[in-house]
């Protein structure tokens, strides 16, 4: 390994630093988007509490009752993961198009259809076949409508030139009336009065919690998803083409690529996460399709792909870390007689933050090597 | 037919007075976006200065009795939105729709969040001038009862549509809207430009807000805008940047949605869920319908990231 092989021209170097220069490069590379990451979460978090002061209430102290809502106990740190099981997916289905260049914000209407067509695939089953079949029956089905549903703003995208953004979120708020049509019409159980729902699963096929914890198996499956999502961007040729593509799609036509596949298939497989995210909720936290599935995983989701950078490992902590701003809300509400939007707030502030703080890649010569100068 | 029912008649004419009613706020927002995206930037968070600007206007009116002072204060919020947005578009390497979708989630939140108090009182609701009173039928008075802020709104898309092509802030924007460079040649800068288009877009955008909870449906809740400012950012595209255009495409827009209540009010019920689809399943069709994957938009600002 020699230091010309970069492109820049690299000054020669002592042989003591030889050995040294090439790790700190490495890891001054790996540091900035970590560095500045949490450089925004601390600029968001101290904007929130000069909020909080000015409307009058103390920020230290909700800023501790919120680490305790989220992470100060096991009771809370489990609570904070089921709530991020969800997020993962859905973060999924927005960082995945994002390698092709595509903003995707349309993921709560895939949740909510996934959801829909879970619960309601299982309902000939009630009371009869075995219960990991019916899981897989209802998984595949919340992911076969949520990959239709994001897979059609895809598809308008390439073929008619729609942009993907503007037409997720429309097909976002069409899921949305359509599962209310639904849920009120043709799938209402009956029984469901004040709160349309389809029939309730049997207790059978809720799907349980991992062992040892008081967590569902979303956390898992959705763990899972980034890791593959990960594999899949970085490891294969698949993913490969994405990012070439995303970078450029002119230069990846003229090489040959599949452009339009790539996006049908990215944007298909985003949606089919998102879905599966719906289908864990109806199996595991709601028992029945309803509407509750439009809680806003969908929108949460698209503020942890950003803070993840598009990374699905990286979505793994950024999506605890917001599940557990999600779960200390409840806290918050009781505790300081604040209202349950004091976790939006929160999220936009952070939201705004991290974007803006992309202003500052390559900005700091100590995360550059190609700036440093030649050691004395 | 007595005076009182006018059977089915009622539909078309309930979807008249729908269009005028539920199309004010498409028209500020969508005219407020065209002024944005004129000058070469998108704005996707006039969503959360629209309901941002609902909860101010109403908070407002409450507190002072007086519904134009909701407007105005609105309108300052608007701005203060919109000059958030371009002045953090400014630096480099920032993306103005993933901002766009971050101001959304900030200005819900925060209305949600100060507007906790406002959900209950009563608010003084902005006038209405009724241009039905030579008729006996109630039905066309209430439709031709027509909200002062609605003739604004058509005035506004007028005058708009002359200052774009006569005024010499039309050409400035234009210019900036279509080449950076070109602007700098001239000795403009873009930035500049750009971020006073920006505030401007979020004032109209935030008048749009103040019209949902001081007139239609007049009052402050969480659930007040149901994509309003976002959907008028897909309507300005249709209307290719053109303001008269504007204001067409919201008519058409307030009369789809208008369809369902509409047809719930004959007696026709089923499927009425579908019906609040209406709107966005005609956005949709029209982007699908206007959209091509081969040409730029006719009529598109050559910097507009959205268009390529």
Redesign the interface.
Known sequence: MTLEANSHPVPALGERAGTVRPLLEWLARRAEPLAITILAILIGLALFAIFIALIGKPPVALLQLMYAGGFGSWFSIQNSLSRAAPLLLTALCVALPARLGL?V?GAEGAVVLGGLAGAGIALPFVGGAPALLVWLIMALAGMIVGAIWIGLAGL?R??????E???S???A??AI??M??LI??PLRDPASLNKPSTAPLPPDYILGSIPGMDVHWGLVIGVTACVVSWVLIEKTSFGFAARIAGGNARAAQIQGLAVGKLIVGFTALAGSFAGLAGTIEVTAVQGSANGSLAAGYG?TG??VA?LARHNPLAIIPVAILLGGIDASGGLIQRRMG??D?????L???L??V???C??F??RFRIFNPDLWKRSP | MDGISIGIWGVPLAVFAGAIRVSTPFIFVSLGEAITERSGRIN?GLEGTLVFGAMTAYAVAVMTRSPWLGVLAAMAVGASFGLAHGF?CK?????D???G???M??????A??LG?PFIQPAAPKLPSIPFGGWSDLPQIQAALNINVLFLIGAALALFLWWAFRNTRAGLILRVVGDSSDAARAMGLSPDTVRLLATAVGGALAAIGGAYLSLYYPGSWNEGIS??QG??A??LV?FARWNPIGCFLAALLFGGAGALGPALQSVGITK????F??AP??L??VI??AT????RSLAGAPGALS??K
């Open positions: 903003i914000i308008l390439h073929y008619r030139g729609v942009n953004t503007i037409a979120l429309l097909l708020y069409i009336a359509l209310n049509h009120e019409g929108y698209i503020l950003f604040l209202p939007a004091t976790v939006l707030v999220q936009g502030t939201f705004i991290i974007l803006f992309e202003t890649y390559g | 996707l953090i630096f480099p390497k920032v993306n729709i993933a901002i979708i971050a101001m989630q900030f200005g819900v939140g925060l949600f969040f906790k149901s994509g976002l959907m950012v897909a595209i499927g009425y869920y579908l609040y689809a966005y399943v956005t949709l982007m699908i959209s091509s994957p081969t959205i268009t």
